[in-house]
């Protein structure tokens, strides 16, 4: 059974950066996703979950909301199949959980059904 681990969460300045990580558990997780295309979701309070950014099986190819275009960058070790966003420039709109996914397919989709292994999240909150 494949776990993601999310951390990285905390209460922020606007304007500040956070560094987001993910790091699957679980015997043989790494290995089991590192074919797979990884990504970050966010949830705000009473929103729907929504795409936030995603990453390629090798990290060769990128996809970001244009929400935090500009503002973040989505990296992977595909060795480990640990998955970092460093979002800058923090704005109250920045304000969710975000859950970390593994896809099933090889490259990134912005589709939740695309993914079928979820995080439990990671609470980021942005002070204004």
């Known amino acids: 059974q494949v776990q993601l681990v999310e951390s990285g969460g905390g209460t922020v300045q606007a304007g500040t950066s956070l560094e987001l990580s993910c790091v699957p558990s679980?015997?043989?997780?790494?290995?089991?996703?590192?074919?797979?295309?990884m990504s970050w979701f966010r949830q705000a309070p009473g929103k729907e979950r929504e795409f936030v950014a995603g990453?390629?099986?090798?990290?060769?190819?990128?996809l970001y909301a244009d929400s935090v275009k500009g503002r973040s960058t989505i990296s992977r070790d595909r060795v480990k199949s640990t998955v970092s966003l460093e979002m800058n420039n923090l704005k109250s709109d920045d304000t969710a959980v975000y859950y970390c996914?593994?896809?099933?397919?090889?490259?990134?989709?912005?589709?939740?059904?695309?993914?079928?292994?979820w995080g439990q999240g990671t609470q980021v909150t942005v002070s204004s």
């Open positions: 990453v390629n099986w090798n990290g060769g190819d990128t």
């Open positions: 679980g015997r043989a997780s790494g290995r089991l996703l590192s074919n797979n295309a």
């Open positions: 996914a593994a896809s099933r397919r090889a490259f990134v989709s912005s589709a939740n059904v695309d993914y079928n292994y």
